[in-house]
């Protein structure tokens, strides 16, 4: 909702009268500041629009993710690095659906500018082994799948990535 920059200078503002009610003695008031300033220091990291993306695609809602998505204008100066590479993962996720070529682009994009967890770095790249397989990049497909093997260290992608093992070989 609030520029990163706003979300910085709102915290500097919180924290700044939480020492002032610290000097003036009001120690309870001061610590309720800190812990408001807190929030948005969460929030610089972690965009509030990209976790209620999250919480949509979480229930299989693709259009309230992709609203969601919409209501951020601007990514590239409104988002920080990682935040971008989530927010062109989700839009990567939302646009396979339809238009692969597309869709390519945006995990290309969300792995060039970097996700936090190994979980959605396998992902990533199994979309984008099952997209090369799709367009006959057999050679691609199986490196991306070997890279998204590696990733996924604790097996949640297993089986999706013996079933595309077992169409590579059909190609």
Aim: glycine share 4%; charged share 25%.
């Amino acid at each position: 909702m609030f520029n990163k920059n706003i979300k910085l200078v709102i915290a500097v503002l919180i924290i700044a009268y939480a020492v002032f009610q610290f000097i003036e003695g009001n120690i309870g008031n001061g610590i309720f500041l800190m812990l408001l300033s807190l929030i948005f220091i969460f929030l610089y990291f972690r965009n509030e629009l990209i976790l209620l993306a999250f919480l949509r695609m979480r229930k299989q809602d693709m259009v309230g993710t992709e609203k969601w998505l919409n209501k951020i204008k601007n990514p590239e100066s409104a988002l920080i690095t990682k935040q971008q590479g989530y927010y062109n993962y989700l839009k990567g996720i939302i646009s396979s659906q339809t238009n692969l070529t597309q869709a390519e682009k945006y995990f290309k994009k969300a792995l060039k500018l970097g996700l936090s967890m190994d979980y959605d770095l396998a992902m990533a790249k199994l979309s984008l082994a099952g997209i090369s397989m799709q367009k006959r990049r057999k050679r691609e497909a199986t490196m991306l799948l070997n890279e998204a093997k590696k990733l996924d260290k604790q097996n949640m992608l297993k089986d999706q990535i013996k079933m595309m093992q077992q169409q590579l070989k059909r190609i």
